[in-house]
């Protein structure tokens, strides 16, 4: 599989090293599957905001130079991780510092680095380094694949400002409501409501399965299908019509249970 990886580094053979390094990684970690990284990088703050502007990644590996800037709070790492976080929520990003000390400042401003990398002085501070990014580098493919498999166990929807997450297994079936684009959640703990499509979330939710033009259902949490009514009951009790655009669709689930 293939991974992006972006580096930022002001200086240029250590920008070449870590190439070098993350070559070897793939090496490394290509056990029971190949694993690729496809690697860019650039030297400056503007360059590289620039370039991620152009090139959004999605799960990408970062690995960025806390003292790009030479002052924290002008246009340095922890700035360049700020912008890559609001673009990029998989982000799995690696500090490459001078200094081992700053973690208050990534905690402060809620950055979450997988690691900091002290960059090295000579020949056994660059085998450290080494080792310790082909173990960074495992971990960041292994957090990424995590946040997939978790992404499609659950459900996220917007009320207000905020994002909130359910499990896709509390949900019963999500319907349209009288009021133009707001919906209802039935869940296992009660109901919620808010604004999207049907469409939309059936569209973004594999685990649920559209029933018609105004409802999505969980397959796992309906007890009964009638296929001569075109109904579905639900594991709370509630049923709902099914359309005939369904019916294959419902006859299949029937099949399963």
């Known amino acids: 599989m293939k991974y992006p990886v972006f580096i930022c580094d002001d200086d240029q053979m250590q920008v070449n090293d870590i190439v070098k390094m993350i070559g070897k990684a793939e090496e490394i970690l290509s056990d029971e599957h190949a694993i690729e990284f496809d690697v860019a990088f650039t030297t400056t703050f503007a360059d590289a905001k620039k370039f991620l502007k152009d090139n959004i990644y999605t799960g990408g590996v970062y690995l960025l130079d806390i003292e790009l800037g030479k002052e924290i709070g002008q246009n340095n790492g922890f700035d360049l991780a700020e912008l890559i976080k609001n673009q990029d929520k998989r982000a799995q990003i690696i500090f490459i510092t001078t200094h081992a000390d700053l973690s208050l400042i990534s905690f402060e401003r809620r950055l979450g680095p997988v690691d900091y990398i002290v960059k090295p002085r000579n020949k056994e501070d660059y085998d450290r380094f080494k080792q310790r990014l082909v173990a960074t580098l495992e971990i960041s493919i292994s957090n990424i694949e995590n946040f997939d498999y ?13 994002v909130r997450n359910i499990d896709i297994d509390d949900i019963i079936y999500i319907s349209t409501t009288k009021t133009p684009h707001k919906l209802i959640m039935v869940n296992v703990r009660g109901e919620n409501q808010f604004f999207g499509s049907i469409n939309q979330y059936a569209k973004e939710s594999a685990a649920l399965v559209k029933i018609s033009q105004s409802c999505l259902a969980n397959p796992k949490n309906i007890k009964l299908i009638d296929l001569p009514k075109y109904k579905v009951t639900f594991v709370n009790g509630d049923t709902v019509d099914f359309s005939q655009s369904a019916y294959k669709r419902m006859k299949r689930l029937f099949d399963k249970q």
Do not use: A, D, I, R
């Open 150 to 162: 978790t992404e499609k166990l659950t459900f996220h929807y917007k009320v207000g400002k905020q």
